[in-house]
């Protein structure tokens, strides 16, 4: 179903399943040994979507469908997992003490992450997610590692205010993480998005976050026809109902515009740099402009 102003979702619904998919693919990085997140395959059964229960228990066969490597799956959230892994400590050792997750879904770094001592990590996410994560990994005895305050707030309603409510310190430096995020916006929510948190940060704060230039992909017949293969497996998540389509703003010149210093590379860039070699096929190449990005405020 089309997205619209209004609309909601859970952990196995809409744009909530997205998230429950990601953790599904961090859960077969951990198995794979290339991250470290041991909650991810719990918070999936937790879930309780049956591919995706499926796919962490192992269930799901390779070999009869040439679209489905797990080992491929597992080095591409490796990638983004470390990006945002890395940003946030080095961000978190080199003095910056609040760190705020946007749309943090499944995300457990405020419980798997060796955070220095006196971080405060925020979570901002619906208030039915934060609600079941904190449920969920409560009753498997997690502990967060860092000082964890929870934001329950739609991110189309205030949640600037909701943050500074839960002692969010605007004139402190702070790190902030848009992780899976921007293709659910519409263009002019995610610059509004960002205009809110250039207006929090104070001087030293720093950004990470992933850029599609062009949601258009999500409707490419190279797409479409993985997106088919993929389905005969029970994988029905479709990108291209949940994305926001039309023109979108180069996210990078909009944050130089109002201060930021930002630094980039693409996907094939990611991968490299973490030893591993990007597909070569349609697909892959469908999304080789896709970037990563950290960026400082001066």
């Known amino acids: 179903m089309a997205r619209s102003q209004s609309d909601r979702w859970d952990l196995a619904t809409s744009v909530g399943a997205t998230a429950t998919m990601v953790a599904a693919h961090r859960a077969l990085s951990h198995d794979e040994k290339l991250i470290d997140d041991p909650y991810a395959a719990a918070l999936v059964?937790?879930?309780?979507?049956?591919?995706?229960?499926?796919?962490?228990n192992g269930e799901i066969p390779v070999g009869g469908n040439a679209d489905f490597d797990p080992r491929r799956t597992a080095e591409g959230m490796a990638c983004r997992t470390r990006f945002y892994d890395q940003y946030f400590?080095?961000?978190?050792?080199?003095?910056?003490?609040?760190?705020?997750?946007l749309a943090s879904g499944l995300d457990a770094r405020a419980y798997r992450l060796p955070w220095p001592a006196g971080t405060v990590v925020y979570e901002v996410d619906m208030p039915?997610?934060?609600e079941f994560k904190t449920l969920t990994l409560g009753d498997l005895g997690a502990q967060p590692t860092a000082e964890r305050r929870t934001?329950?707030?739609?991110?189309?309603?205030?949640w600037a205010g909701a943050l500074r409510a839960a002692g969010f310190d605007p004139k402190a430096p702070s790190a902030w993480s848009a992780e899976g995020l921007l293709v659910y916006l519409p263009d002019e929510a995610q610059d509004?998005?960002?205009?809110?948190?250039?207006?929090?940060?104070?001087?030293?704060?720093?950004?990470?976050?992933?850029?599609?230039?062009?949601?258009?992909?999500?409707?490419?017949?190279?797409?479409r026809a993985h997106h088919d293969r993929m389905s005969e497996l029970g994988f029905e998540v479709d990108f291209n109902d949940l994305v926001y389509h039309g023109h979108r703003?180069?996210?990078?010149?909009?944050?130089?515009?109002?201060?930021?210093?930002?630094?980039?590379?693409t996907v094939k860039e990611l991968h490299a740099a973490n030893g591993f070699h990007y597909?070569?096929?349609?697909?892959?190449?469908?999304?080789?402009?896709?970037?990563?990005?950290?960026?400082?405020?001066?």
Do not use: C, K, M
């Open 249 to 265: 703003s180069h996210l990078v010149d909009h944050l130089r515009h109002r201060g930021w210093e930002v630094s980039s590379q």
């Open 89 to 101: 400590l080095h961000a978190a050792r080199s003095g910056v003490a609040q760190a705020v997750i």
């Open 45 to 56: 059964r937790a879930v309780g979507i049956d591919v995706y229960v499926r796919l962490v």
């Open 192 to 223: 509004a998005l960002f205009d809110n948190v250039t207006e929090l940060s104070a001087a030293g704060s720093q950004l990470a976050f992933e850029f599609v230039p062009d949601t258009a992909i999500f409707a490419d017949p190279r797409w």
């Open 128 to 130: 039915d997610v934060i």
């Open 151 to 158: 934001v329950a707030i739609d991110l189309r309603d205030d």
């Open 279 to 298: 597909p070569e096929d349609e697909v892959a190449q469908a999304f080789a402009d896709v970037t990563y990005s950290r960026a400082l405020r001066s």
